[in-house]
């Protein structure tokens, strides 16, 4: 058995099927978790949504329903209330069962897709030269969260790391590097080469004749002038190292290796363009190579081209990801591809995806997914920024980050030593940052907010790591009352579930399964951030009504201290799919 709310759900799919015919297979039976216990665990739905069409009292049709299903094994008899809500009961040796299942399997007995699919997803994205800015961090953040979702589901995740690093602005940056007798080296920080992009965009800006260089320079590069080349990777190189920097601090599984740069498709630009220019896709508009798509219109209602080729024969953004994604699909194998930027992205690659439909790319099975995400915004509700208006550095913010649980964690716990109490500032400081990105409705802007992410209480990670830790302290505790308090022995008959929060509880460690697949389908990681929350806020009501340890019997406090640790173990894969790390004490 898989989770019980999906075996449920299809189990009243199939009596659907036998009690309405062919026309009815896979109706979503609309089962909801009741709010009240009065009303048993389940409620579905269904039989008010299905009366317009099968022209019957939804009474009858649930009746109809329950007559159909097969339920026994997991079920009380069903009742049915009201105009035709179908209220089920879950048998307590079902979750007896269930939760054995689950202590035995390293996975949580959540199964893998049965369809694995090859799964581009495409998420950072830094410039080189340039400081990675708030936007970079949501894509970071969000990109891996998604990565490690759809990894541990089975499916076969490449990750692309899609660097700025081509384009006429390194004419500019290159030719002042050489003026100013700059140095690079291995080491360089990037807010050094930050100033010579400030630099070298001043002088581009204010001075022809250095413009005029800077135009020249990006002929050389493009051309392949050897000197040119190599200050050109000197720069890439020291960027780079910097981002993997942040991507280590930051516990972004990210690695140098999945870093394919926009330059890496300079050399099939022409032959994308050839080949979209035989498909007869594009058309010439005032010197400019465009494909013109008919749903795409500008804000005077003229149609909208998306451009791949300057009038002086300069390619584009578009270009690139035109290039890029003809290789994900053609070399990669992908079956789907995932794209990780901000929302103001969202036309630009709405416009490439149909050009890749058009240009016959996809097969009918490839699907192209852009994640749009809101901004970051300040306290003040503008776009962060320092206070000084620059953006923000993100090494900077993640050491505030755990400047700041350092002073939670020293005033919680002055047991711990410095060295102790450094790692875990490290731990919630980050996990604190990446929480608050991912907890928020991705598409809607979001407020940082340094004391709402680091409150013990909330919807936090400092929160849910501290859930964890509980969990942790009540296995060390025990071990001082009783020699070992090892649970593995437990069968089905060593469990007994009374209480009302004790039944919710371990109803909700089943519902992991469903959470994580809708994760995977709709790419919105706040699905899960919602659910260990409330895993959390359970396992605290559970924690407050029953003592575990000293529980009224054996039996009893076998089965709480059971709960206790598949909810450890929940909140620690879902904080971990997440890349966030939980503590032992904290
Ligand atoms: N470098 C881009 C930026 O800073 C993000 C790249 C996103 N990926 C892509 N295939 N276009 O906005």
Known sequence: MSDLYTELTTRLQQAIHRSFGDEYQNVDPLLRATQDP?????????????AKALKRKPRDIAETICANAELKDICDAPDIAGPGFINLRVLPGAIARQLLTLAANDRLAIEKDHQPQTVV????????????????????????????????????????????DWGTQFGMLIEHLID???????????GDLNVLYQEAKKRFDDDASFAERARQRVVALQGGDADTRALWQALVQASRQYFSEVYARLDVTLQDSDARGESSYNDSLQATIDELSQKTLTQKDQGATVVYLPEFVGRDDKPLPLIVQKSDGGYLYATTDLACLRYRIKELRADRVIYVTDARQSQHFAMVFKTAELAGWLDHHVTLEHVPFGSVLGEDGKPFKTRS??????????????RRALAVVSRKNPDLTAEQQKQVAETVGVGAIKYADLSSDRVKDYVFAWDRMLAMEGNTAPYLQYAYTRVQSIFRKGLEHYEKMDISHLHAAHIEIHEPVEKQLALKLFQLESVLSQVAERLEPHRLCNYLFELATLFS????????????????????????????????????LLGIRVLEKM
């Not at 208006?389 to 755990?402: H, K, M, N, P, T």
């Open 38 to 50: 009065k009303f048993g665990d389940f409620q579905a739905n269904v039989a008010m949504s299905l």
């Open 121 to 164: 997803v495409d998420y950072s994205g830094p410039n080189v030269a340039k400081e990675m800015h708030v936007g970079h961090l949501r894509s970071t953040i969000i990109g891996d969260a998604i990565a490690k979702v759809l990894e541990f589901l089975g499916h076969k995740v490449i990750r692309q790391n899609h660097l700025g």
């Open 180 to 190: 100013s007798g700059w140095k690079l080296d291995a080491g360089q920080s990037i």
């Open 389 to 402: 208006g620059e953006v923000v550095r993100l090494i900077q913010l993640i050491e505030e980050a755990e």
């Open 541 to 576: 009501s559970f924690y407050e009504a029953c003592p575990v340890l000293k529980a009224p019997s054996e039996v009893s406090r076998d089965t709480r201290l059971l709960l206790c640790e598949l909810t450890a173990r929940t909140i620690k894969l879902g904080l971990n």
